[in-house]
Protein backbone atom coordinates (compact mmCIF):
# COMPACT_ATOMS: atom_id res chain seq x y z
CA UNK A 1 0.00 0.00 0.00
CA UNK A 2 1.59 3.37 -0.75
CA UNK A 3 2.24 6.12 1.84
CA UNK A 4 0.93 9.02 3.21
CA UNK A 5 2.32 12.22 4.46
CA UNK A 6 0.09 14.44 7.07
CA UNK A 7 0.50 17.52 8.89
CA UNK A 8 1.31 16.30 12.57
CA UNK A 9 -1.33 18.81 13.72
CA UNK A 10 -3.71 21.50 12.65
CA UNK A 11 -5.78 24.27 14.51
CA UNK A 12 -9.33 25.41 13.66
CA UNK A 13 -11.64 27.93 14.81
CA UNK A 14 -15.56 26.59 15.44
CA UNK A 15 -17.85 27.60 12.83
CA UNK A 16 -14.76 27.22 10.22
CA UNK A 17 -13.79 25.41 7.34
CA UNK A 18 -11.22 22.69 8.28
CA UNK A 19 -8.73 21.70 5.02
CA UNK A 20 -6.66 18.97 5.65
CA UNK A 21 -4.28 17.97 3.67
CA UNK A 22 -2.50 14.99 2.46
CA UNK A 23 -0.22 13.53 -0.35
CA UNK A 24 0.19 10.45 -1.39
CA UNK A 25 2.42 10.81 -4.52
CA UNK A 26 3.27 7.23 -5.17
CA UNK A 27 -0.38 6.31 -5.03
CA UNK A 28 -1.39 3.42 -7.98
CA UNK A 29 -4.31 3.88 -9.98
CA UNK A 30 -6.56 0.75 -8.38
CA UNK A 31 -5.87 2.52 -4.86
CA UNK A 32 -8.92 4.28 -3.61
CA UNK A 33 -8.33 7.76 -0.82
CA UNK A 34 -9.92 6.54 2.73
CA UNK A 35 -10.24 9.14 5.44
CA UNK A 36 -10.94 8.19 9.23
CA UNK A 37 -10.83 10.20 12.34
CA UNK A 38 -10.37 8.84 16.20
CA UNK A 39 -12.14 10.95 19.52
CA UNK A 40 -10.59 10.67 22.06
CA UNK A 41 -10.47 7.04 23.60
CA UNK A 42 -12.98 5.95 21.12
CA UNK A 43 -12.01 3.56 17.91
CA UNK A 44 -11.63 4.87 14.85
CA UNK A 45 -14.81 6.32 12.70
CA UNK A 46 -15.31 5.49 8.98
CA UNK A 47 -15.81 9.72 6.94
CA UNK A 48 -15.72 9.58 3.58
CA UNK A 49 -13.35 7.84 0.58
CA UNK A 50 -12.53 8.48 -3.21
CA UNK A 51 -10.60 6.90 -6.19
CA UNK A 52 -10.32 10.26 -8.34
CA UNK A 53 -13.36 12.10 -8.17
CA UNK A 54 -14.55 14.79 -5.76
CA UNK A 55 -17.09 13.21 -2.85
CA UNK A 56 -19.47 14.65 -0.07
CA UNK A 57 -21.38 13.21 2.34
CA UNK A 58 -22.85 14.55 5.60
CA UNK A 59 -19.96 14.86 7.36
CA UNK A 60 -17.37 16.21 4.67
CA UNK A 61 -15.84 17.03 1.56
CA UNK A 62 -12.96 15.15 -0.53
CA UNK A 63 -11.43 16.96 -2.87
CA UNK A 64 -8.54 14.96 -4.75
CA UNK A 65 -6.27 16.50 -7.25
CA UNK A 66 -5.99 15.46 -10.86
CA UNK A 67 -2.99 13.80 -10.83
CA UNK A 68 -4.24 11.79 -7.41
CA UNK A 69 -1.00 12.81 -6.01
CA UNK A 70 -2.81 14.31 -3.07
CA UNK A 71 -6.02 15.08 -1.43
CA UNK A 72 -7.78 17.12 0.84
CA UNK A 73 -10.80 16.28 3.37
CA UNK A 74 -12.84 19.48 4.21
CA UNK A 75 -14.83 19.91 7.27
CA UNK A 76 -16.91 23.01 6.47
CA UNK A 77 -18.43 24.10 9.50
CA UNK A 78 -15.97 22.51 12.11
CA UNK A 79 -17.42 21.81 15.56
CA UNK A 80 -15.44 21.37 18.95
CA UNK A 81 -17.10 17.46 18.72
CA UNK A 82 -14.90 17.36 15.14
CA UNK A 83 -11.60 17.88 17.59
CA UNK A 84 -10.12 14.12 16.63
CA UNK A 85 -6.66 12.45 15.02
CA UNK A 86 -7.59 12.46 11.38
CA UNK A 87 -6.33 9.68 9.32
CA UNK A 88 -5.14 9.51 5.62
CA UNK A 89 -5.54 5.89 4.03
CA UNK A 90 -4.28 4.73 0.61
CA UNK A 91 -6.03 1.46 0.39
CA UNK A 92 -6.45 -1.02 -2.59
CA UNK A 93 -9.56 -1.70 -4.02
CA UNK A 94 -10.80 -4.93 -2.82
CA UNK A 95 -8.21 -5.50 -0.58
CA UNK A 96 -9.94 -5.11 3.40
CA UNK A 97 -6.31 -3.81 5.26
CA UNK A 98 -5.93 -0.45 6.25
CA UNK A 99 -2.71 0.48 6.90
CA UNK A 100 -3.04 3.65 9.38
CA UNK A 101 -0.26 6.11 9.98
CA UNK A 102 -0.03 8.77 12.91
CA UNK A 103 -2.53 10.88 11.64
CA UNK A 104 -3.23 14.85 12.08
CA UNK A 105 -4.41 15.60 15.76
CA UNK A 106 -6.99 18.95 14.68
CA UNK A 107 -8.02 21.15 17.54
CA UNK A 108 -10.92 23.22 17.08
CA UNK A 109 -10.66 26.23 18.98
CA UNK A 110 -13.99 27.97 20.38
CA UNK B 1 -28.15 -0.49 15.13
CA UNK B 2 -25.55 -1.78 17.99
CA UNK B 3 -21.76 -1.05 16.91
CA UNK B 4 -18.97 -3.17 17.63
CA UNK B 5 -19.30 -4.12 21.26
CA UNK B 6 -16.12 -4.98 23.01
CA UNK B 7 -15.16 -6.36 26.80
CA UNK B 8 -13.64 -5.15 28.92
CA UNK B 9 -12.84 -1.79 28.29
CA UNK B 10 -9.73 -1.72 30.61
CA UNK B 11 -7.39 -4.26 32.49
CA UNK B 12 -4.91 -4.02 34.36
CA UNK B 13 -2.38 -7.15 34.37
CA UNK B 14 0.99 -8.71 36.13
CA UNK B 15 3.55 -9.11 33.76
CA UNK B 16 3.37 -13.08 33.01
CA UNK B 17 -0.52 -13.24 33.58
CA UNK B 18 -2.81 -14.27 30.71
CA UNK B 19 -5.36 -11.76 29.74
CA UNK B 20 -8.51 -12.26 26.78
CA UNK B 21 -10.42 -9.63 25.08
CA UNK B 22 -13.86 -10.30 24.00
CA UNK B 23 -15.68 -8.58 20.74
CA UNK B 24 -19.09 -8.75 18.90
CA UNK B 25 -19.31 -7.21 15.64
CA UNK B 26 -22.22 -5.91 14.24
CA UNK B 27 -24.93 -8.51 13.43
CA UNK B 28 -24.40 -9.49 9.84
CA UNK B 29 -20.71 -8.81 9.41
CA UNK B 30 -18.29 -11.21 7.51
CA UNK B 31 -15.22 -9.96 8.42
CA UNK B 32 -13.91 -9.49 11.88
CA UNK B 33 -10.20 -7.40 12.19
CA UNK B 34 -8.43 -7.05 15.43
CA UNK B 35 -6.02 -4.08 15.70
CA UNK B 36 -3.79 -2.97 18.36
CA UNK B 37 -2.82 0.55 18.91
CA UNK B 38 0.25 1.73 20.98
CA UNK B 39 0.41 5.08 22.62
CA UNK B 40 0.19 8.22 19.71
CA UNK B 41 0.17 5.97 16.71
CA UNK B 42 -2.66 4.76 14.42
CA UNK B 43 -3.72 1.36 14.87
CA UNK B 44 -1.64 -1.92 13.68
CA UNK B 45 -3.76 -5.07 12.07
CA UNK B 46 -3.46 -7.87 13.89
CA UNK B 47 -5.24 -10.56 12.32
CA UNK B 48 -8.33 -10.36 10.45
CA UNK B 49 -11.17 -12.96 9.79
CA UNK B 50 -13.23 -13.76 7.17
CA UNK B 51 -16.49 -15.59 8.75
CA UNK B 52 -14.58 -18.28 10.84
CA UNK B 53 -11.34 -18.33 8.60
CA UNK B 54 -8.08 -16.49 9.73
CA UNK B 55 -7.45 -14.57 6.36
CA UNK B 56 -4.56 -12.61 7.77
CA UNK B 57 -2.14 -13.05 10.71
CA UNK B 58 0.97 -11.93 9.65
CA UNK B 59 1.12 -9.82 12.13
CA UNK B 60 0.19 -11.43 15.06
CA UNK B 61 3.09 -12.51 17.09
CA UNK B 62 2.32 -15.91 17.40
CA UNK B 63 4.42 -17.15 20.19
CA UNK B 64 2.07 -15.70 22.97
CA UNK B 65 -0.73 -13.92 20.88
CA UNK B 66 -3.71 -16.34 19.96
CA UNK B 67 -7.12 -15.80 18.29
CA UNK B 68 -10.25 -17.55 17.77
CA UNK B 69 -13.65 -16.83 16.16
CA UNK B 70 -15.85 -19.83 16.36
CA UNK B 71 -19.13 -19.79 14.48
CA UNK B 72 -18.22 -16.55 12.58
CA UNK B 73 -19.82 -13.94 14.87
CA UNK B 74 -17.72 -13.00 18.07
CA UNK B 75 -13.94 -13.13 18.80
CA UNK B 76 -11.70 -13.27 21.48
CA UNK B 77 -7.93 -12.10 21.40
CA UNK B 78 -5.79 -13.83 24.03
CA UNK B 79 -2.41 -13.06 25.15
CA UNK B 80 -0.28 -15.25 27.42
CA UNK B 81 1.74 -14.84 28.90
CA UNK B 82 1.71 -10.62 28.62
CA UNK B 83 4.51 -8.81 28.63
CA UNK B 84 5.37 -5.33 29.42
CA UNK B 85 5.43 -3.90 25.98
CA UNK B 86 1.93 -5.26 25.53
CA UNK B 87 0.48 -2.62 27.07
CA UNK B 88 -1.98 -1.04 24.10
CA UNK B 89 -5.45 -0.13 23.53
CA UNK B 90 -6.76 -3.24 21.54
CA UNK B 91 -9.09 -2.19 19.25
CA UNK B 92 -11.94 -4.96 17.20
CA UNK B 93 -13.44 -3.82 14.00
CA UNK B 94 -16.09 -4.80 11.71
CA UNK B 95 -17.18 -4.99 7.47
CA UNK B 96 -19.51 -6.50 5.44
CA UNK B 97 -17.50 -7.39 2.68
CA UNK B 98 -18.86 -9.08 -0.75
CA UNK B 99 -17.11 -9.61 -3.57
CA UNK B 100 -14.11 -7.85 -3.95
CA UNK B 101 -15.76 -4.42 -3.22
CA UNK B 102 -14.12 -3.82 0.68
CA UNK B 103 -16.58 -2.18 2.23
CA UNK B 104 -15.69 0.74 5.64
CA UNK B 105 -15.00 -0.98 8.77
CA UNK B 106 -16.79 -0.29 11.87
CA UNK B 107 -14.47 0.00 15.04
CA UNK B 108 -15.25 -0.87 18.57
CA UNK B 109 -14.44 1.32 21.80
CA UNK B 110 -11.27 -0.59 22.60
CA UNK B 111 -9.75 -2.51 25.38
CA UNK B 112 -7.08 -0.23 27.20
CA UNK B 113 -4.69 -2.74 28.45
CA UNK B 114 -1.90 -2.36 30.72
CA UNK B 115 1.09 -4.96 31.76
CA UNK B 116 2.58 -3.82 34.99
Known amino acids: DAKTTQPPSMDCAEGRAANLPCNHSTISGNEYVYWYRQIHSQGPQYIIHGLKNNETNEMASLIITEDRKSSTLILPHATLRDTAVYYC???????????FGKGTKLTVNP | EAGVVQSPRYKIIEKKQPVAFWCNPISGHNTLYWYRQNLGQGPELLIR????????DSQLPKDRFSAERLKGVDSTLKIQPAELGDSAVYLCASSFDRGRRAREQFFGPGTRLTVL
Open chain 2, 49 to 56: YENEEAVD
Open chain 1, 89 to 99: IVRVGGSEKLV
